[in-house]
């Protein structure tokens, strides 16, 4: 029988498997000729690969698009959607839909609230609680709000947090690859959305 890895080597590799997700991740030609990425470039590409380590409950169609809802009409919004525009996930087309209307969310197989959303994600969180919808977002509370993934930045790096019982709720079935990459939240028994 094998032993466990030892803590040490189990770190690099995570270390070494996030870097190499970073690096896979699709770039708008743009940002691949000027040899930089903004930080929406680098978290389209991780909203992207979500949708390949998240498993959606149910079978739609091959033709039926994945929707992101990006609830920015702005930069963020016309940057993630430049990023991510014309792409096939899983074999079925990426439709990127950017919305300053929360409501629109409803729509979303996926839907990513930025900094610039005003107000608190709470509601709109509470909303969606218990459908099978990906919500990501970037705020300090995101994940105590229900959220299932949040971007943070840690030694001038974007990474991400996963709440699994928010997923879970949601019947989204998260991929053990990725959840090894994340920061893994836990919720407290008293967290009410």
Avoid at 77 to 96: D, H, W
Wanted: net charge positive.
């Amino acid at each position: 029988m094998r032993s466990p890895l030892p803590p040490v080597v189990t770190a690099v590799l995570c270390q070494a498997l996030l870097l190499l997700f970073s690096l896979l991740l699709p770039a708008p030609p743009a940002a691949r000729a000027a040899g930089s990425f903004a930080e929406y470039e680098v978290k389209a590409g991780f909203l992207f690969n979500f949708f390949n380590f998240i498993t959606l409950p149910g079978g739609a169609p091959p033709s039926h698009p994945l929707v992101l809802v990006v609830l920015d009409t702005g930069p963020v919004g016309a940057t993630i959607a430049e990023a991510l525009g014309n792409e096939t996930v899983l074999g079925r087309p990426l439709k990127v839909l950017r919305s300053h209307n929360p409501e629109d969310a409803q729509k979303a197989d996926m839907v990513f609230i930025p900094a610039t959303f005003p107000g608190k994600p709470a509601s709109l969180l509470s909303a969606l609680s218990g459908r099978p919808v990906i919500t990501v977002g970037e705020s300090p509370d995101f994940l105590s709000a229900g959220g299932i993934i949040n971007f943070v930045r840690q030694d001038n790096k974007i990474r991400f947090e996963i709440n699994p019982q928010a997923a879970q709720r949601s019947g989204l079935k998260i991929s053990s690859q990725l959840l090894r990459l994340a920061i893994i939240r836990a919720e407290s028994r008293n967290t009410t959305p």
